[in-house]
């Protein structure tokens, strides 16, 4: 079965960076399509980024220029850098998993996703 294990949230001052982590058994990387969301407190899931099978990146424009997900399939492991942190990018993190492909628009959506991780808390503080 697919299994998720993300971590690497932590509490950062505003400005501050984390990578963020997620191991993945069960799941070929040579297919599918990988990715991050975010929950605040409040509100819904918001979509982060996605990596594809064939090396595909797209981030949203809240993190656009800041984040950076990539992955080392040696280790089996989806990897979110953040950087430039802001308050506004507190909330659980969400490594994310589909034995599939995904159009660019369904990338970006959470239904589309049936494996995800139990989450990371990510805290930015002014």
């Known amino acids: 079965q697919v299994h998720l294990v993300d971590s690497g949230g932590d509490s950062v001052q505003s400005g501050g960076s984390l990578r963020l982590s997620c191991v993945a058994s069960?799941?070929?990387?040579?297919?599918?399509?990988m990715g991050w969301f975010r929950q605040a407190p409040g509100k819904g899931r918001e979509w982060v980024a996605f990596?594809?099978?064939?090396?595909?990146?797209g981030y949203a424009d809240s993190v656009q220029g800041r984040f950076t997900t990539s992955q080392d399939n040696a280790k089996n492991t989806l990897y979110l850098q953040m950087n430039s942190l802001k308050p506004e990018d507190t909330a659980m993190y969400y490594c994310?998993?589909?034995?599939?492909?995904?159009?660019?628009?369904?990338?970006?959506?959470?239904?589309?996703?049936?494996?995800w991780g139990q989450g990371t808390q990510v805290t930015v503080s002014s």
């Open positions: 994310v998993a589909a034995a599939r492909s995904l159009s660019w628009w369904a990338r970006r959506l959470p239904t589309q996703y049936p494996y």
């Open positions: 069960g799941y070929s990387f040579s297919s599918g399509c």
């Open positions: 990596f594809t099978s064939d090396g595909s990146t």
